[in-house]
Structure formats: structure tokens, C-alpha cells
């Protein structure tokens, strides 16, 4: 596709996220009114379907040749097609949006190939917005490039600020995997854990995404979220000189629709910290394609 | 005449010295703000997750040099200046922590605080916690309900329409990791962690989610703006949670001990849970769901 066309979307992307946002920050969700999905810690609201309307419509409307992924009308099974495919997630972070915690995000990525070619994540609560074309270069708030600051080297996973969801699965292989992790990473090293700085979990898997391409957190590992949840948080994070692999060891390759993700910041180092990551896992995931 | 007793202040002078400490925080704010800090120019204290920075000292100093001018007849205690075993007096004290969020700081991960607190006979009346990084200010004064006010000017009033909680499946529940990877407080932390997210039909508590956001002075905030339900602590420091109790309580919050059965704990005591203004039979029976969830676990420090 042509840089010209790609700025358009983007530049659209980030009127329908920004409308999005009004819509967001006027409702008043309460977890009586929120419906759940798989269990009683999935939720959904009718914010999140209203919101998912009104983009897949503004985005039929002037790209009607395009495909939509959206969460809240995924049909199970659907395979991301190559062909260009707006991926949208109205809210990332229902959880928090219903209990008022402001990190909550509209994520809206355009993927052609199967790869993310433009990424917007807009808080609207905190009003700061993230954004990436191919080639072009990560940005927060349109004027500050990504990665926010001078990376420091990472040598070892001790000096590093993790980040990681439990996730909405509370029970069988997968939930164990992530538990046992956690206390790994952040457990001494005289124990065999890699004394991580810190274990942060904020619930918007788009957010912590931008916040590894901002380079305040330095690694994101997850699985278990959907190609939603990532798509234009990729591609804000490959454009700011970030890495992602699986979540799983041994795969530096992950799929878009994979399930599966570990991002690590740029920063010199990455490989040596993805193999020092992928060493502490306790177990495999059996989420994903 | 009006009595000079410097441990019986009024509302009004309480209320003067919370508008004081805003403007020291926001002072700190500045220089927090002005800093460049980085991970390499951190130090350890106890561990390499026990950081202090040039920055934490220097903010410190200037408050410090701010509250003893304006107030020299009340003690003060500060993180970066503490003697292992100072304990509160009953007399006025400033309760100091220049950067609550270290990490976060060294990280340039915007969730870091300045928390500033008057204790009288060691318990919080005036609390003030400023994250310059989202322009945030909670603050309160004894009897006058808590406040945030928003980069932009706008202040709320918290805990006003608090929403029912029946159960811990329907909680948004803070933990932190804290730099103690070892040993017994780590292993009941880390199992709690755990078993508030496990589902029930395996013992768990399924709670709506955990979050670790790397301030315990925040944490209190959060749950007294209602974003988070209960905060469960051990290990933090007084300096850490004093600011926070007081604006929590004044927003109809209720502070119980993170160990089991002790309803009415000491702001010195290193045990904290923080639950979000609701019914008091509703907080007393989350309260107790929390603690039969430890069973002969607790925390000793």
C-alpha cells in the first residue's frame, strides 16, 4: 500500500479513536449493568458493542473493500485474512473501565499480510495517544518519538520492570503456567528466580504494549489475549525499535493471531534477555494457533 | 485565650498546613520532574529492588528544609533520613516519602508519587500524594473528606457514590511484589496472589483482577477514588501509606491489618489492608474474606 494512503488511515484512525474516547469517558459502566462472556471476570458493556458499531461502520463506509476484525462481533474460528484487515479493539481493559481505573484504551491497527502496518492506542482518560505507520516511526501524542528516552543497555533480567496479566482463564494448564512464572521471575536468585525489579499488571494489554515501546516498561509476556489486543500496539512497538516473540521459548516468529506474545523495549540486549526470559518459564501455554 | 497546646489543632489549622503541603508537593513535583533519572545512576539499599536515587535525597532535603521553617516544633520523619528502629512520637510529625514509586521513577513509567502526612499521636489527620507525571493531587484533612484534583483544575470529591461489593468476585484487588523474593512473607504473598485470582471451583476467590501498579501510596489513593476495591499489604513503610490512610478513611474508606483479626492497626505497623468505601457490613465481610483466605498464613516483619 502507498505511504500516502497508509497516512489517511491513520490520520482517520485517529479521529474515530479520539471519538471513541468521548463516548468512553461520558458512560457510566457499573459491573451490574456489564454482561460477562466466558466467565464472571470476562466482561463486557454495552459501551464496548456501541463503540465497535460505530467504528466498524465510519470504517466500511470509506474502506469498504477492507476487512474487520472487531472483538465484540468475532465469529470463533475466523482466520485473519491477508488481504488489508482493520483489527479493532473498542475498549482494552473493560475491567478497569468498569471499576473507573483510568488505564483503558481504543486500540485500532490496520494489518496487511498478516502483518500490523499502523497502529493507534488512544487513553482517552489520560488523553495520551499512540501511534505508528510501517517505516514511519512510533509517536506519543503525534510529537514525541518513541522510545521516549535513551535506552539503557539490558544485561541481565534483574535490572528489569516486567509486565504481565493473569488474564481472565483462572484455572487449568495455562494459569498455572503464568503463576508459577510470575514467582519465578521475581523470585531471588539464590532460588533460582531471576529477581526481576518488579512485576507491574495495569489490565490493557494495548497500553502495556505502547508503555515497552515507550520504554518505561521493559518487557510485556502474555498469553491468552487476542490479535485485537495487539495488533497496533505492534505496530507502535516495532517502530519505536522494539522486539516481539512468542511467549512460548524457542519462537522468534510469532503469529499476529498467535495468542502468544513476549515483547522486549529497544535497548541493546534484547535476544540475550528474550533467551534469559524464555529460561524461566514454568511450563508452555497451549493458547493459540 | 486560645490554648497553645501544639497537639490540639483545630480544624482551620489543619486545613492551612493540607494547604501547605500541596504546594510543597508540588514542588517536589517540579524537581521530580526536572530529573532524568536512570536505572544505572540508581543505587541499592537492602537489594537490587530496593532503589534510591540523587533525586529521592534532594527532594527530601528540600522538604524537609520547607516543613522545619514553617513548622519547627514538629518532628519529622522521611524515608531517606529514617534511623532503623525512629519510631512516631505522639507530637506532631511531618511523615515523609520524597519519590513512593522508585522504580517507576528510574523507569520512566509515570505512576510514581510524593507522599506528605501529619500524624498527631500517631495517627494520620493530614495527607497529601502527588503523582506529577498525571498532574494528579489526592489530598484530605481529618473530618473534611478527600479530594482529587486533576492536572486540568477540576477536583472530585471521593468515596461520594461508592458501588455495592458483595464478595471478592466482584473486587479489583491491588497487590505489590515488594523487593522481600524470599523466605515466608514471600511465599504468602505470592500463594495470596494467587488464590485471589484462582477460580473457585479450585479455591479461589476469582476476583475481578489483580493490579500491581508500584505505589503503595497511589494504591490507598485508588481505592479511595473507588478504582480499586482492596489494597493488601505487608512490608511498605509508614512514610509509604500515611498520606493515603488518612485521604482513604476520609473517603469513607475502611484500613484494617493485612494479617488476620487486627481491626484496628498502627500507621507504623508494616500490615495494611485498604478496602473502598461501601456499606461497613459489606467492607467488614470482605474484610474477613480476605483474612480466612491467609488461614494460619501472616506476614512478620
Known sequence: MELDELREIHDFLITLAKRAGETITS??????????????VDLVTETDQAVEKAISTSLKEKYPSFSFMGEETYEP?????????FIVDPIDGTTNFVHGYPYVSISLGLAVNLQP????????????????????????????????????????????????????????NDFHVKAHTFRRLAGSKEEGGAMVHSLRSFGSAALNLCGVASGNLDVYWEAGCWAWDVCAGMAILKEAGGIMVDANPGNWDPSLEGRRYLAVRNGEGQKEIVEQFWSHIQGRFEVGV | MKPKLVDNLSI????????????????????????DPSVDGSEEKNNTSDRVTATDKAVEAMIHA????????FDFLGEESFKAGQKLSKKPTFVVDPIDGTLNFCHGFPNAAVSLALTIRRKPVVGVVYNPFRGDLFYATQGCGAVLQKADGSKKKLGLNPRPISSLNDCLVAVEWGN???????????????????????????????RSSGSAALDFCYVAAGWIDVFWEGGCWVWDVAAGWIILLEAGGLVVSANPGDWEPGVEGRLYMGIAAAERQQQESIVEEVWAMMGEGKFVF
Not at chain 2, 482551620?12 to 530529573?35: D, H, Q, R, Y
Not at chain 2, 522481600?180 to 475481578?208: E, S
Open chain 2, 12 to 35: 482551620p489549622e489543619l486545613k492551612k498546613i493540607c494547604n501547605f503541603l500541596k504546594g510543597v508537593a508540588k514542588a517536589a513535583g517540579k524537581m521530580i520532574l526536572a530529573a
Open chain 1, 27 to 40: 458512560a457510566k459502566p457499573s459491573t451490574g449493568a456489564a454482561g460477562s462472556k466466558k466467565n464472571s
Open chain 1, 117 to 172: 502496518v499502523v497502529g493507534v492506542v488512544y487513553n482517552p482518560f489520560t488523553r495520551t495517544l499512540y501511534s505508528a505507520i510501517a517505516g514511519q516511526g512510533a509517536f506519543m501524542n503525534q510529537s514525541e518519538r518513541l522510545p521516549l528516552r535513551e535506552p539503557e543497555p539490558m544485561h541481565d533480567l534483574g535490572e528489569l520492570q516486567v509486565c504481565v496479566e493473569w488474564g481472565s482463564d483462572r484455572s487449568g
Open chain 2, 66 to 73: 520547607e516543613l522545619t521553617a514553617n513548622y519547627p516544633d
Open chain 2, 180 to 210: 522481600q523474593r524470599t523466605g515466608p512473607n514471600w511465599q504468602l504473598r505470592t500463594r495470596m496472589a494467587m488464590d485471589f485470582m484462582t477460580a473457585k471451583k479450585d479455591g479461589g476467590r476469582m476476583c475481578h483482577s489483580l
Open chain 1, 77 to 85: 474460528g475466523t482466520r485473519l485474512p491477508p488481504s488489508p484487515t
